[in-house]
């Protein structure tokens, strides 16, 4: 039992807690988020970072009447144990249970979904602008970390905040990492003032005695406001904020609940936008963590099944947790990591890019292996994009590794900056698909939709490994615009000795069969392997087909497969509309019309996806083995 935490109900419940409450409750916090995390995964060291953080937040603002956002919210655990979610915490990021981020309908404390950075500095200005409007008396506070500032969306809201000149507090979670360490000449600048070591004790003598200088004449007047302005940029570090209309503050320790809460209170009255610049450590409270906080970004299965267990005060075992088995066989991702290195041994032309992802994209050996032609552009998909199209004009071979839910971040730039320029980047879409537990922000439902329709652009999708490193390599050499997508899964094994050549929109027959044809995309080939292997059983012998591509589409090959066979069943892991299906009936419906009818889509329907692990999402979708095979069988039935 948690002294504090099964007695809290809301953020109410702690407003009362005096500074030795405040500390035990921190503990508990990390106690009940570390036990959670081992179990379920999900992000740890963010959330072990902003503890005495949210305390305070939740200390001094009174949620939800006051908007509290958190930028990306992975690091919302300690706000849903203070928000009433303590109870359902063991369900984190498991199917139909609480979110691994803020999410709106789970709790009125939870202004919005957040799972991408660089989004609530421009949220958090709306909700403030809006409560001006309506004459409404709360506050709008958005925390946002300083990996996440430098998003060209959150300077955006930054400039726009100091235009319009609304009350708004945002809190910059500065603890110097992002999913991986931090790049950029703006973590340099906040470096500076982080430690900078005379500015807390001389920021405010400086400003007092400066605004005390006498102005006597009118050119004595203008050069002492000039020698004002040079004074506070030589010894107020911070002036990047109050320059673009901002009252900045800080560096306060995030770790010092009750700095925090005095600060806070200080702060908070300002009818002006305000930054309060709040240092933490990524990790705090857990030492291997602070060690390697890349590691223990996020974590799971580190506790032995005794620790995860936790006991009451009468020695009951309470809420026994089993720890999963960790995942077997080779992920896409790692299959990607082997082939990028292999490519660039062989051509010194192949650049790498990520955005702050370099770990998780699978570029952390290209990275230390060829340390000059890799670019880490940070939480900038958008300036990624287009700094690829730079490389390629200039005459080497980009591919950049993101993932499918974060490359929608740059649409604009890859129509405009990459496909009209028609410099052959390669976009490597890792997450491409269901993604299980991470959940509706990070589903990479969308991306051929959101690729399909600008011209240039070709679409590849490997149905293993041997053939993602020969996507790859094809990719590179081709001269094409191309993005190739793979899923948050475990390879399957390879359908044959050696993979055909890759030939641009050709796909290729796997197996032959009567009745029925499978038409897949991706990893989903290996998926009606497994439906057809059932649907054997039945004396149904379906033709699998490979499409390799979804654009260009393989129109002859699913021609002759219509020709030869009742109904041919497209198969894709992403949602319908716009997506592989749609693109096989546009080409049929521009070549053979008269095949429409044998067509089925099968994919995702057109919602959005909660967490859960992928294996239930494609049940839920009709997309496993057993789903793909069900409905062919149904299908069958209507049309004999």
């Known amino acids: 039992m948690y002294k504090h935490l099964d007695a809290i109900t809301g953020p109410a419940d702690i407003k009362s807690f005096g500074p030795a409450e405040r500390k035990e409750l921190a503990e508990e916090i990390r106690d009940r988020i570390m036990r959670v995390v081992s179990k379920n995964g999900g992000h740890f060291g963010s959330n072990f970072g902003v503890v005495e953080l949210t305390i305070a937040l939740h200390t001094v603002f009174n949620s939800p009447k006051d908007k509290i956002l958190f930028d990306t919210s ?97 809190i910059l979670n500065d603890n110097d990492m992002a999913i991986s360490y931090p790049v950029g000449g703006f973590h340099r600048y906040l470096d500076k003032v982080r430690t900078n070591p005379v500015y807390k004790e001389f920021k405010k003598d400086v400003e007092s005695l400066l605004d005390k200088v006498p102005l006597i004449g009118e050119s004595l007047h203008d050069g002492l406001l000039h020698v004002k302005d040079a004074l506070k940029h030589a010894l107020i570090p911070g002036r990047l904020f109050e320059d673009l209309g901002l009252r900045y503050f800080g560096p306060v320790d995030g770790h010092d609940t009750e700095a925090l809460i005095k600060a806070m209170n200080a702060v908070k009255d300002f009818e002006e936008p305000v930054l309060l610049h709040v240092v933490t450590k990524k990790g705090a409270g857990w030492a291997p963590a602070l060690e390697d906080p890349i590691k223990w970004h996020a974590a799971k299965d580190f506790l032995k099944e005794e620790e995860v267990t936790k006991k009451d005060e009468s020695g009951n075992e309470e809420g026994k947790l089993e720890v ?136 590849l999708a490997p149905k293993d490994g041997p053939e993602l490193r020969a996507m790859l390599r094809w990719a590179v050499d081709s001269g094409e615009i191309c993005g190739i997508r793979w899923p948050r899964a475990s390879v399957p094994r390879p359908f044959h000795e050696e993979t055909a050549p890759i030939v641009l929109g050709e796909g290729e027959v796997i197996h032959e069969g009567e009745d029925i044809c499978f038409f897949a995309y991706g990893a989903m080939v290996d998926l009606c392997q497994a439906a057809r292997d059932m649907l054997k059983r039945d004396d149904i012998q379906p033709t699998l087909v490979n499409a390799r591509f979804a654009k260009p589409f393989p129109v002859e090959l699913l021609i002759e497969q219509a020709e030869k066979h009742r109904l041919v069943f497209t198969v894709e892991d992403h949602v319908k509309a716009g997506g592989f299906g749609s693109a096989a009936l546009q080409a049929l419906c521009e070549t053979r019309p008269d095949l429409l009818p044998k067509i089925r889509i099968l994919g995702v329907e057109d919602k959005f996806i909660d967490h859960g692990d992928r294996s239930i999402q494609l049940r839920d979708q009709g997309l496993d083995a057993a789903g793909l095979a069900k409905t062919v069988r149904e299908a069958m039935l209507k049309v004999s």
């Open 74 to 170: 992975h690091q919302c655990y300690p706000h849903k144990l203070l928000t009433g979610r303590h109870k359902e915490f063991d369900s984190l990021r498991t199917y139909q249970g609480i979110s691994g981020f803020c999410h709106k309908d789970e709790s009125e404390h939870d202004v919005a979904f957040a799972g991408h950075a660089g989004t609530i500095a421009s949220l958090t200005l709306g909700v403030a602008a809006a409560a001006d409007i309506q004459n409404e008396d709360n506050y709008s506070v958005g925390v946002v970390g300083d990996s996440s500032i430098v998003s060209g969306m959150s300077f955006e809201a930054l400039n726009h905040a100091g235009h319009i000149r609304k009350k708004y507090l945002l």
């Open 324 to 459: 999963p088995k960790p995942a077997v066989g080779p992920r896409w991702t790692k299959i990607f990591d082997d082939a990028i290195v292999e490519l660039a041994e062989d051509d010194e032309k192949v650049i790498a890019l990520t955005a702050a992802m370099p770990g998780g994209t699978g570029l952390s050996r290209f990275a230390r292996m060829f340390p000059n032609r890799f670019f880490d552009v940070g939480i900038c998909e958008q300036h990624g994009t287009a700094f690829a199209s730079g490389l390629r004009y200039a005459g080497l071979k980009p591919v950049f590794a993101v993932y499918s839910t974060f490359l929608q971040r740059s649409f604009d730039q890859v129509v405009h900056d990459v496909a009209i320029q028609n410099n052959p980047v390669v976009f490597c879409m890792d997450r491409g698909g269901l993604v299980g537990a991470d959940g509706v922000t990070h589903q990479g439902l969308f991306d051929i939709s959101y690729l399909r329709g600008i011209p240039r652009m070709v679409l």
